[in-house]
């Protein structure tokens, strides 16, 4: 599945709490960045993570893409 993933797609990231949205995919890792949801939709909330393995990346949702 790691191999579908793509720039824009809302993620669990196993480990830790939340949504994520992949920023940045680069060899076996990625980018994200914390979500909140609200009701005009999803919301940036500053956090970010890098050189996330892909492999433990769960996809919520595909990107808006």
């Excluded at 994200?32 to 500053?46: C, H, I, M, R, W």
Aim: glycine share 10%.
């Amino acid at each position: 599945m790691a191999s579908t993933l793509e720039v824009g797609d809302v993620v669990v990231a196993m480990g830790h709490t939340g949504r994520w949205e992949i920023t940045k995919l680069e060899n076996n890792s990625a980018s994200v960045k914390l979500l909140a949801k609200s009701v005009d939709g999803p919301v940036e909330l500053g956090f970010e993570m890098h050189k996330v393995p892909v492999s433990t990346l769960v996809m919520l949702k595909k990107g808006r893409g």
